[in-house]
């Protein structure tokens, strides 16, 4: 099991999927799913507030080696079940013309709830991400954690983005959904907490005063899981490929082994405010990597590019004990041939049709990706 520090980093992935017909659409196809899926993939796979969505979730996972064999199983499994109901999957932040309106809301009490609660703010909410637990048994190591790498969350959305379209439109932002999604409450760059205490008074005085019935309900980019001893970093879109969702995972992981060996040599990472580091993120969400983010030890504009060079020599030191050197590695790739979200761009560009975008992220969702043989 991967480990740096004096417990082991365990990582576990949760994907969103769209669910697309032969024609490109999007599919409320959930129920029909669940009851095939449940059999063969257990809990792993669970619906979301849109019928058109299935999540999966990998088991947990020593390092990434364990994660990139989950993540092909659960693709794998999810294409075997749909390919034969002429359906497909295909990971991205966005749809590129499937209309919310048309999108029916799940029936489960909670989601109802949920939209009763929110309307049309829910209801618009048809975007895709990906989520990324790191285990840390601590409660107050997690809320350091957190309040450390709250800074690199602007650095993950812009290697992630796959947002591109809205309806279809081109909207000229690489991350979208980031958008979309900024209209819930209790969202965006974290608060920085002194301590677990701290954290866990705020939680309780939401739940007493009617705001939340749980943690649940908090979905900031970043947070300490309201159940599990992890921290999950929710703020990057769905990625396309299996090896963009690799890479994106072991770099959190790598991340947070290095914020931890600093700590443990009484080194601390600088903290920055929720407002600072969201010039950043919407940095990120306009222009991914081709665009600058601000160096605040250096009060500059730095070009992406560079910086993910820089993220990558920062975690140089733990990438070999966590066995990830070439998923961590495959920013480079990124950084060459272009975020998801600049891919799409170019084949919009290319074809002139929205159609072929779905029919391009459907492709690169299952590149890779070996069949899956079911029981009979």
């Known amino acids: 099991m991967a480990s740096v520090t004096a417990q082991p980093l365990t990582i576990g992935i949760e994907e969103e999927f769209q669910i697309v017909r032969a024609d490109g659409e999007l ?15 257990g809990e792993d796979v669970k619906a979301e507030m849109l019928q ?34 002429g359906l497909r999957i295909l990971s991205a932040g966005t749809h590129p013309f499937s209309h919310w309106r048309d999108q029916r809301i799940t029936e489960m009490d909670r989601y109802k709830m949920i939209e009763d609660e929110m309307q049309d703010v829910v209801r618009e909410l048809l975007i895709f991400g990906m989520h990324v637990h790191v285990g840390i048994e601590d409660p107050q190591l997690r ?7 709250r800074y690199f969350l602007p650095h993950l ?6 947002s591109p379209f809205w309806l279809r439109r081109t909207t000229g932002l690489k991350s979208y959904r980031s958008v979309i999604w900024s209209r819930f409450p209790r969202t965006g760059i974290p608060p920085e907490f002194s301590s677990h205490a701290e954290f866990a008074s705020y939680v309780e005085l939401l739940i007493r005063t009617g705001s939340i019935d749980n943690g649940k309900k908090i979905w900031w980019d970043l947070r300490p899981h309201w159940q599990y001893p992890t921290i999950e970093f929710r703020i990057c879109d769905a990625c396309t490929k299996v090896d963009e969702v690799l ?3 072991a770099l959190i992981q790598a991340i947070c082994a290095k914020l931890l060996r600093l700590r443990s040599a009484n080194l601390g990472f600088r903290k920055y405010p929720p407002s600072l580091i969201g010039e950043n993120k919407w940095r990120a969400m306009r222009y991914g990597i081709d665009g600058k983010l601000i160096d605040f030890g250096k009060s500059s504009e730095v070009p992406m590019r560079d910086l993910a060079v820089e993220l990558l020599e920062f975690v140089d030191d733990v990438v070999d004990d966590l066995d990830s050197r070439k998923e961590v590695e495959y920013v480079e790739t990124i950084l060459r041939e272009g975020t998801s979200a600049d891919r799409q761009l170019r084949v919009q560009e290319r074809t002139g049709s929205f159609e072929a975008v779905v029919d391009h992220l459907a492709a690169e969702t299952m590149q890779g990706v070996p069949p899956a043989e079911l029981a009979s």
């Open 157 to 162: 959305l812009a290697l992630s983005c796959s």
């Open 143 to 149: 809320v350091e954690v957190v309040n450390e790498a």
């Open 247 to 249: 890479c994106i995972a």
């Open 52 to 85: 058109s969505v299935v999540e999966v979730g990998t088991q947990i996972c020593g390092g990434v080696a364990e994660a990139r064999d989950e993540v092909l199983r659960l693709r794998g499994t999810l294409r075997a079940l749909l390919e034969p109901q």
């Open 27 to 41: 599919e409320a196809h959930i129920d029909t799913l669940l009851a095939s899926a449940r059999p063969i993939l």
